[in-house]
């Protein structure tokens, strides 16, 4: 397949991040078939994920065909930002207004 699958990721990814400088892709081949690892600037990732998975679901499924016209698995492995683990922190300690509001009696 000779990077064929790289190039086509390399090249839908960059077309729709804000970032494409720092798009990054690194193909590996195992027992599983050929695994791509992405990796992209922590503010494009809303953008690869979409709404639901679906932007990267697509982008799977593109692979798959992509895969089966070389009879070769390909799968796709978006890998998370490192300051991931932060923003997490810092979005569960919003602190929640917790005062009761007056009954109303009919």
């Given at each position: ?72 698995r390909i799968n796709l492995k978006i890998i998370e ?14 602190e929640k207004d917790t005062t009761e509001l007056p009954?109303?009696?009919?």
């Amino acid at each position: 397949m000779a990077n064929k699958d790289q190039d086509f990721v390399d090249y839908v990814v960059k077309a729709f991040v804000d970032y494409p400088e720092d798009v990054k892709t690194e193909r590996r081949i195992d027992e599983m078939g050929v695994l791509l690892e992405l990796t992209v600037n922590p503010k494009d990732m809303g953008k690869i994920i979409g709404k639901e998975g679906r932007t990267a679901k697509a982008l799977r499924t593109l692979l798959r065909v992509l895969g089966a016209k070389e009879n070769a698995r390909i799968n796709l492995k978006i890998i998370e930002p490192e300051g991931k683990e932060e923003v997490k922190a810092t979005e569960n300690k919003e602190e929640k207004d917790t005062t009761e509001l007056p009954k109303l009696e009919v």
